[in-house]
């Protein structure tokens, strides 16, 4: 299904985020909006959080519908 890929790759991107949080310190996100407080980089940090709740349904789907949509 393409809303899980999509939502599967913004997750990536955040946790990619986070990362550069945790090692550097460095939030590309609020970098590249000009701030974490902007109305963008909420937005962004929004849409990430709904992908990553959308990825934990993923946990739960049986394995052969996984399969299927590919």
């Given at each position: 299904m393409i809303l899980d890929r999509i939502a599967l790759i913004l997750t990536i991107i955040g946790a990619l985020n986070w990362g550069?949080?945790?090692?550097?310190?460095?939030?590309?996100?609020?970098w590249i909006c000009g701030g974490g407080a902007t109305v963008l980089a909420r937005v962004i940090y929004t849409v990430v959080a709904l992908a990553g709740l959308w990825c934990i349904?993923?946990?739960?789907?049986?394995?052969?519908?996984?399969?299927?949509?590919?």
């Open positions: 550069s949080i945790g090692l550097f310190s460095f939030d590309v996100v609020a349904s993923l946990l739960f789907r049986p394995r052969e519908e996984a399969y299927d949509a590919e």
